[in-house]
């Protein structure tokens, strides 16, 4: 096993949740269908048990913006985009163009999207938070339903 890479599940609100911490850094987050990390080692640390804590404090409609260290793994234009998903305020959404001009290549929205979709530390990335230019819905790793339950519990939380 690798000493390095540490994994724990809790039940949340949203179901069950696994969080992974890699060398001091939250670097995923899974959802109850996601398949587990074989080499982790199944242990809460601190900075899992911490993790949590602010987690359920975010599902509870208390907590409005996260403070963990984050090491999610990806190209430097991922890196580039999952920085600027961070800066989308608490209750608000953006759009794929918005953020594709944020990272300062306004017709890369597709790559965006792809970027979003390979986050792996959603929610507290908050990829939720990007919508579709004519303000529906698109994909998310835990679902439509969840996606719009995040962002009806930060709308009425603001």
């Given at each position: 096993m690798n000493n390095n890479l540490f994994l724990c599940y809790q039940q949340t609100d949203i179901g069950s949740i696994g969080i992974v911490e890699r060398g001091g850094s939250i670097a995923n987050l899974h959802f109850?269908?996601?398949?587990?990390?074989?080499?982790?080692?199944?242990?809460?640390?601190?900075?899992?048990?911490?993790?949590?804590?602010?987690?359920?404090?975010?599902?509870?409609?208390?907590l409005k913006q996260f403070s963990l260290p984050l090491a999610p793994s990806g190209?430097?234009?991922?890196?580039?985009?999952?920085?600027?998903?961070?800066?989308?305020?608490?209750?608000?959404?953006?759009?794929?163009?918005?953020?594709?001009?944020?990272?300062?290549?306004?017709?890369?929205?597709?790559?965006?999207?792809?970027?979003?979709?390979?986050?792996?530390i959603p929610i507290f990335i908050p990829c939720h938070r990007v919508i579709g230019?004519?303000?529906?819905?698109?994909?998310?790793?835990?679902?439509?339903?969840l996606k719009q339950h995040l962002l009806d519990l930060e709308h009425s939380n603001r």
């Open positions: 109850e269908s996601a398949v587990p990390l074989p080499e982790a080692e199944l242990l809460e640390t601190k900075l899992i048990a911490e993790a949590f804590r602010q987690l359920n404090s975010y599902l509870a409609g208390k190209t430097p234009f991922m890196q580039q985009v999952w920085k600027a998903l961070c800066t989308i305020p608490y209750g608000t959404t953006a759009t794929y163009k918005d953020i594709a001009t944020a990272v300062g290549n306004p017709q890369a929205f597709r790559a965006v999207g792809m970027a979003n979709h390979r986050n792996t230019s004519n303000g529906t819905l698109t994909g998310y790793r835990g679902g439509l339903a």
